[in-house]
């Protein structure tokens, strides 16, 4: 069946479309992708709301703070725009899609309280598209138990199940995650990492302007200081054991702060490839392999630092012919698919739920 996946990550960059073939199970083909990004002044919204997201106890909707309403109204309308130029470009009526999976903005992450929020409104997605819709794909693993997060590994299972197995999947988007598959048929252990590129990007944006550091020509120049990123990795969450995840403000770029931009760019970038060498100890087998999706994968200075760091092949995923802009949007298209099964989305060594389940809520139009 076709299905349809929305992701807007970490990074606030914008809307992910993407259009796969799916039975839910192995059989997987992404056939269409295109990204939507949002304004400056829908960020600085988005932006906001994560800040006072983090503020608040539990997720709560309160009148005083329309910065919050604001931004799900943003997300939500962006989505609708995104899917209806997405359909009319594709030559695609609204019977055609099976289901969207709508993951939302993630504006906090807290599975410590017990929970975790993505913003943005299904039932007017699936009101406005007249497709029926999946959203909320982390609350029923948060209230499980679970980290709520990484979801993708069950994905990832689905693009690789045939290849050549120990091998790992590795998502650079503003954090990192890192799906291990082994031999046996669902034999997967999946954590966050450490930061990817929203640190860089945070790090650029203060001392440029800039959104990020394009291709990792700033950190190219620059040197690494390994004390700082020895001490940025003394850090509690980097000897804990998987299933862990985190949020994007988990991390901050104060350890650099009096570094030159370019050394500052490039001690930052080798702290992610050391953040993703570490979580290979946890891991029953080294991989063959680490396959790498997200936007990190055209950070030529990350890539090189991964390879120094893993010692291993770091391939992009396009070399098995696959788009890795387009990776988290497939796996939440794939991931709705499985939720209309009632398929596990989620399990004890990727999550850390007591037993595998399944997430999402449905709207049915
Ligand atoms: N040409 C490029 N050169 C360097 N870095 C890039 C380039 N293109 C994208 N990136 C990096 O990739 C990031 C976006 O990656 P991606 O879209 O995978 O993240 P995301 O989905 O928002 O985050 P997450 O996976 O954490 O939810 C940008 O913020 C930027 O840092
Ligand atoms: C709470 C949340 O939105 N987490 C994201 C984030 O972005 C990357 C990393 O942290 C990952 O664990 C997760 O997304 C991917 C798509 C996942 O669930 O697999």
Not at 146 to 158: F, M, R
Not at 172 to 186: H, Q, R, S, V
Not at 251 to 256: L, M, N
Request: charged residues 20%.
């Amino acid at each position: 069946m076709l299905a349809i996946g929305l992701m807007s990550g970490t990074s606030l960059d914008g809307v992910d479309v993407a259009l796969i073939e799916t039975n839910g199970e192995k059989q997987v083909k992404p056939l269409n992708f295109a990204s939507y990004p949002y304004s400056d002044t829908d960020k600085a919204c988005l932006r906001e709301a994560c800040r006072r997201a983090l503020t608040m106890a539990a997720p709560c909707f309160i009148p005083e703070d329309e910065v919050i309403y604001q931004a799900e109204h943003i997300v939500t309308l962006r989505h609708i725009q995104a899917v209806k130029d997405f359909l009319k470009k594709n030559a695609l009526g609204n019977q055609a899609i099976k289901v969207i999976g709508f993951h939302g903005q993630t504006i906090a992450h807290r599975p410590d309280l017990g929970w975790t929020w993505q913003i943005g409104d299904g039932a007017a997605l699936a009101q406005a598209t007249k497709i029926s819709v999946v959203d909320d794909f982390r609350s029923h693993d948060v209230q499980a138990g679970g980290e709520g997060a990484p979801l993708l590994p069950i994905y990832h299972w689905a693009l690789f199940s045939e290849a050549s197995h120990p091998l790992a999947v590795l998502n650079l988007g503003g954090i990192a995650n890192i799906t291990w598959i082994g031999a046996d048929e669902n034999d997967l252990i999946a954590c966050d990492t450490g930061p990817a590129n929203g640190m860089i990007d945070d790090w650029v944006k203060a001392k440029t302007g800039l959104d990020y550091d394009e291709s990792g020509l700033i950190a190219s120049k620059g040197v690494v200081h390994h004390d700082l990123v020895d001490a940025m990795m003394s850090q509690k969450f980097f000897s804990q054991l998987p299933p862990k995840s985190l949020d994007r403000s988990d991390f901050s770029i104060e350890a650099v702060a009096n570094l030159s931009i370019e050394d500052g760019a490039a001690t930052l970038t080798a702290f992610t490839a050391e953040s993703v060498a570490r979580s290979l100890s946890f891991f029953p087998e080294r991989p063959s392999k680490i396959i790498v999706a997200g936007g990190g994968r055209h950070n030529v200075t990350m890539m090189k630092m991964l390879h120094d760091s893993l010692k291993m092949p770091v391939q992009p995923i396009e070399d098995f012919h696959l788009n890795g802009d387009a990776t988290e949007a497939e796996g939440f298209a794939y991931l709705a698919v499985r939720r209309v099964f009632n398929k596990p989305i989620s399990f004890p060594k990727t999550t850390g739920v007591p037993h595998p389940m399944t997430g999402g809520r449905i709207h049915y139009i």
